[in-house]
């Protein structure tokens, strides 16, 4: 059974009933609390019954219809009758069984003195009785606890058991960190470059649904196979409920954190999830069908989409602030979010164009007075850190260099963005990557399609360690120092280690903890120095050992920053996803097979976690890598289990992290 299902038998079958409406109540109110309900449906004496076409009236309750309620966002829901069809509002007046969810199988619910009145959310029509059917008109009913209902389609968590507490006696955080990650990305790029959602009205089925574009041959596959190296030619895109096609480690345009599987991280020990708005208005304007490009916007729909996703989480949770999926704008509250028991989620934004702050050929393209009101925006919508510089250099700083193939195609986008490929100098020491452009990845990309601006003169550049020239600029300093006024995190990752160093001089000088290298995106120099600041690391979710795609490893990341000088800062560690940014998911380590994750096993927090499961498909850690961020807590476990001799303290430091996070962002607004 669903946990929905499971609810919706013990609260209406086995304590008393329904969630009592408002009794005495002077207007009709939102009925929040219906989610998973099994109810028959009665207006005056006459109860909904099911006929040949549509759904009539009775005055025998004994062939009443049972109809099944599934939030849909707070006060709506979806409809089932007891074969599983969406009650619909037809053009034609009557209500109708449906094939899907859609516009017109939304219903707006709202209570009144043991009453309620449902509403077509697209057409406003109330329903009641229509030429003697149901239809459009103007009833209200009275609901009747049922049995035998349709169960919700829907995933389940595979974890049971009572966790931890996620704040010990002295109040401090228990629990891991996802530093880095994207689940608002069906909103970013313009909002069709990613195929799926985090959540939807319908819910799974709607959500995790396969997209055409992203077909055999569509544009979104061709991306795709730029992006991540797919296989254009064979992709079946099915989704829910075979999900064959996807989500798989390696897929990079396709929704990997639909928010059961956020809730089942969330289960087994997450307490933090830092969620990055992300946006690239050169990546936005390759795809066919887009919104606004204009980064800013693409953030701002983004900020949108994340708080609706909270209220879809408490409407599927059983009404406003009891979700567990909660977002926290100051530390404190991520304190009192994790005192709860639930997830505290932060909003920080990554893109490279933020206030319109690009360069162009060296010239900045905005002002001190377009940055301050566009902190002053970030801040209204609850961001607390972001990227001064992203993937092209821009009015504040130099970027870090992409290697290879994705490196080239990165180089042609800076030239897009600011009218120049990257300029960079031979260094020694600390520096930005190896050489960055070479014939043969420009060769690959014109195989899949790539074109350059009419006249380009491709750059030569040193072999060997390089270093952008570009640094820290005026601008940059004037908002590295307006975040620092402000308590807001700053993030290293992607600048060059140039601009990187600046921005650290800064903060020593002004002896600032506010500084983050969360996703394996820095040279360990920077990342030192930032250790000694008191700054937080986390290290991009690589598997544990050897995967066998020539990355680097999470134990061996982990153990080298313990190494260096400052190694011994370092009291909690993160983990930084990046799910749904364009980064591939750590692929099934190569020794899987020899030294497997066994299941079920016992989370970080002592809950009891079996494989989870995506309609018909069963996802193990051993055989698919992490293909979707439910399987971060077989990987956690998993991370654990092969650090060896290391385990109890790499188990020790990821349960701090998200106290080590919190203590930073306490010292930065200090």
């Keep these: 059974m669903t946990r929905s299902l499971v609810a919706g038998v013990l609260v209406l079958g086995l304590v008393g009933g329904l969630p009592a409406p408002a009794y005495g109540a002077a207007n009709w109110a939102p009925a929040n609390d219906l989610e998973g309900a099994c109810v028959t449906l009665k207006t005056s004496s006459k109860y909904v019954f099911k006929d040949s076409v549509g759904y009539g009236f009775t005055s025998t309750a004994s062939n009443a219809e049972k109809f099944r309620f599934e939030a849909t966002q707070l006060g709506r829901y979806q409809v089932r009758d007891s074969t599983g069809a969406p009650i619909y509002q037809s053009v034609l007046g009557w209500v109708w069984a449906g094939s899907e969810y859609g516009d017109r199988a939304d219903w707006t619910v709202s209570a009144a003195d043991g009453q309620y009145r449902l509403v077509a959310t697209a057409t406003g029509q109330q329903m009641g009785n229509h030429l003697g059917g149901l239809g459009a008109g103007s009833g209200t009913f009275t609901f009747t606890p049922a ?97 064959g096609d996807w989500p798989q480690h390696d897929t990079m345009l396709h929704e990997a954190s639909y928010f059961r599987s956020l809730e089942r991280a969330w289960k087994s020990g997450q307490r933090v999830h830092n969620v990055l708005l992300v946006a690239n208005r050169v990546i936005c304007e390759l795809t066919p069908e887009h919104t606004s490009c204009d980064e800013m916007d693409q953030i701002r729909a983004q900020s949108t989409y994340l708080r609706k996703m909270q209220d879809y989480v408490d409407a599927r949770s059983g009404g406003p602030g009891k979700g567990w999926f909660r977002l926290a704008t100051t530390p404190q509250q991520v304190r009192q979010i994790a005192a709860q028991g639930k997830l505290a989620v932060t909003i920080g934004v990554e893109n490279s164009e933020i206030f319109g702050c690009r360069e162009i050929k060296g010239v900045p393209q905005c002002t001190t007075a377009d940055i301050d009101a566009g902190l002053d925006e970030l801040e209204s919508m609850g961001v607390s850190s972001f990227y001064p510089v992203h993937k092209f250099d821009n009015a504040f700083g130099g970027t ?97 280690v140039k601009t990187a160093s600046a921005v650290l001089d800064l903060a020593e000088q002004a002896g600032y903890p506010g500084v983050t290298s969360v996703h394996t995106w820095s040279d360990p120099a920077m990342i030192n120095r930032l250790l000694g600041l008191g700054g937080f690391v986390a290290s991009y979710a690589f598997s544990a050992t050897d995967d066998g795609q020539d990355t680097g490893t999470f134990l061996g990341e982990w153990r080298a920053h313990r190494a260096l000088a400052n190694g011994s800062k370092i009291t909690g560690y993160g983990v930084g996803t990046d799910v749904n940014g364009l980064g591939p998911q750590a692929a099934p380590r190569l020794n899987a097979g020899s030294s497997p994750l066994t299941y079920p096993f016992t989370a ?45 303290l790499l188990r020790s430091q990821l349960l701090r992290g998200a106290e080590a996070y919190t203590v930073m962002w306490e010292g930065a607004r200090a």
């Design 147 to 243: 049995t035998g209902c349709a169960p919700i389609p829907d995933i389940a968590t595979g974890v049971s058991g009572t966790p931890a507490a996620g704040v010990d006696a002295q109040g401090r955080l228990v629990g891991w960190i996802d530093a880095h990650s994207h689940i608002t990305a069906a909103e970013a790029f313009g909002g069709a470059l990613h195929c799926g959602d985090a959540y939807a009205p319908g819910g799974a089925p709607v959500a995790l649904k396969g997209c055409a574009s992203h077909a055999t041959l569509g544009w979104g596959a061709l991306l795709e196979a730029i992006i991540a190296g797919t296989d254009p030619i064979n992709s079946a895109e099915d989704g829910w409920p075979t999900f």
């Design 400 to 496: 870090r260099f992409d290697e290879g193939v994705t490196g080239a195609a990165v180089n042609v986008g800076n030239l897009i963005s600011t009218g120049h490929w990257w300029q960079a100098t031979s260094c020694t020491g600390p520096s930005d990557n190896e050489q960055p452009l070479v014939s043969d990845d420009i060769a690959k990309l014109l195989e899949l399609g790539v074109s350059l601006p009419a006249g380009t003169v491709l750059p030569v550049y040193p072999s060997g360690k390089i270093c952008n020239t570009r640094g820290l600029t005026e601008l940059g300093t004037y908002l590295v120092k307006a975040m620092m006024a402000r308590g807001m995190i700053i993030h290293i990752d992607h600048m060059g």
């Design 604 to 648: 970080i927090n002592g809950t009891t976690v079996t494989r989870q499961v995506y309609g018909s498909r069963t996802f193990d850690l051993n055989t698919d890598g992490v293909a979707q961020y439910g399987l971060y807590a077989d990987w956690v476990t998993d991370l654990i289990n092969q650090a060896g001799a290391d385990g109890p």
